[in-house]
Protein backbone atom coordinates (compact mmCIF):
# COMPACT_ATOMS: atom_id res chain seq x y z
CA UNK A 1 0.00 0.00 0.00
CA UNK A 2 1.47 3.86 -0.91
CA UNK A 3 0.87 6.02 1.82
CA UNK A 4 -0.25 9.64 1.59
CA UNK A 5 2.93 11.40 1.75
CA UNK A 6 5.05 8.83 -0.78
CA UNK A 7 5.91 12.53 -2.66
CA UNK A 8 9.04 12.06 -4.81
CA UNK A 9 11.41 14.74 -3.08
CA UNK A 10 13.78 16.18 -5.49
CA UNK A 11 17.64 15.65 -5.32
CA UNK A 12 20.12 17.43 -6.73
CA UNK A 13 23.88 17.11 -6.57
CA UNK A 14 26.43 19.50 -4.79
CA UNK A 15 28.83 20.54 -7.57
CA UNK A 16 31.69 20.31 -6.24
CA UNK A 17 31.30 17.71 -3.24
CA UNK A 18 29.07 15.54 -6.03
CA UNK A 19 27.00 14.55 -2.72
CA UNK A 20 23.26 14.00 -3.75
CA UNK A 21 20.90 15.74 -1.45
CA UNK A 22 17.58 16.94 -1.13
CA UNK A 23 16.83 20.13 -3.67
CA UNK A 24 16.09 22.03 -0.28
CA UNK A 25 18.78 21.12 1.61
CA UNK A 26 21.29 22.85 -0.95
CA UNK A 27 21.52 26.62 -2.42
CA UNK A 28 21.09 27.28 -5.96
CA UNK A 29 23.23 29.92 -8.26
CA UNK A 30 22.01 30.94 -11.52
CA UNK A 31 22.97 32.55 -14.57
CA UNK A 32 21.07 35.34 -15.51
CA UNK A 33 20.32 37.10 -19.19
CA UNK A 34 22.79 39.29 -18.49
CA UNK A 35 25.85 36.49 -17.92
CA UNK A 36 25.72 37.56 -13.55
CA UNK A 37 25.22 34.37 -11.47
CA UNK A 38 23.43 35.26 -8.43
CA UNK A 39 22.14 32.96 -6.00
CA UNK A 40 18.43 32.10 -5.98
CA UNK A 41 17.14 31.87 -3.05
CA UNK A 42 13.79 30.53 -4.07
CA UNK A 43 14.94 28.07 -6.48
CA UNK A 44 12.59 29.58 -8.79
CA UNK A 45 14.53 32.34 -11.13
CA UNK A 46 15.01 31.50 -14.95
CA UNK A 47 17.76 30.55 -15.82
CA UNK A 48 21.01 27.57 -16.30
CA UNK A 49 21.21 26.46 -12.53
CA UNK A 50 23.89 25.04 -10.37
CA UNK A 51 23.57 24.11 -6.81
CA UNK A 52 26.16 24.25 -3.86
CA UNK A 53 26.20 22.61 -0.36
CA UNK A 54 25.51 25.56 2.39
CA UNK A 55 29.73 24.80 2.97
CA UNK A 56 32.27 26.91 3.52
CA UNK A 57 34.53 23.86 1.64
CA UNK A 58 32.23 23.55 -1.07
CA UNK A 59 32.18 27.40 -2.09
CA UNK A 60 35.76 27.58 -1.76
CA UNK A 61 36.04 24.28 -3.92
CA UNK A 62 33.65 25.38 -6.99
CA UNK A 63 34.90 28.65 -7.25
CA UNK A 64 38.95 27.90 -7.08
CA UNK A 65 38.48 24.94 -9.26
CA UNK A 66 36.45 26.98 -12.25
CA UNK A 67 33.37 24.05 -11.42
CA UNK A 68 31.36 26.87 -10.93
CA UNK A 69 32.04 28.46 -14.41
CA UNK A 70 31.48 24.84 -15.87
CA UNK A 71 28.15 24.21 -14.41
CA UNK A 72 27.14 27.16 -15.83
CA UNK A 73 28.70 27.06 -19.01
CA UNK A 74 29.38 31.02 -18.74
CA UNK A 75 32.95 32.78 -17.35
CA UNK A 76 32.24 34.48 -13.63
CA UNK A 77 33.48 37.88 -14.01
CA UNK A 78 36.54 39.05 -11.38
CA UNK A 79 33.88 41.30 -9.30
CA UNK A 80 31.01 38.52 -9.23
CA UNK A 81 33.12 35.78 -7.92
CA UNK A 82 34.33 37.92 -5.36
CA UNK A 83 30.73 38.26 -4.46
CA UNK A 84 30.06 34.62 -4.46
CA UNK A 85 33.46 34.33 -2.01
CA UNK A 86 31.85 36.53 0.38
CA UNK A 87 28.86 34.82 0.94
CA UNK A 88 30.94 31.45 1.25
CA UNK A 89 32.99 33.23 3.66
CA UNK A 90 29.52 33.36 5.33
CA UNK A 91 28.60 30.03 5.59
CA UNK A 92 29.24 27.54 8.38
CA UNK A 93 32.78 24.81 8.36
CA UNK A 94 31.79 21.40 6.95
Do not use: F, H
Amino acid sequence: MMTVNSKNLPQRTCIACRQVRGKKALIRLVKTEKGIVEIDVLAKKPGRGAYLCPQKTCWESALRKDRLDYALRTRLRDDNRQALREYGRNLEES
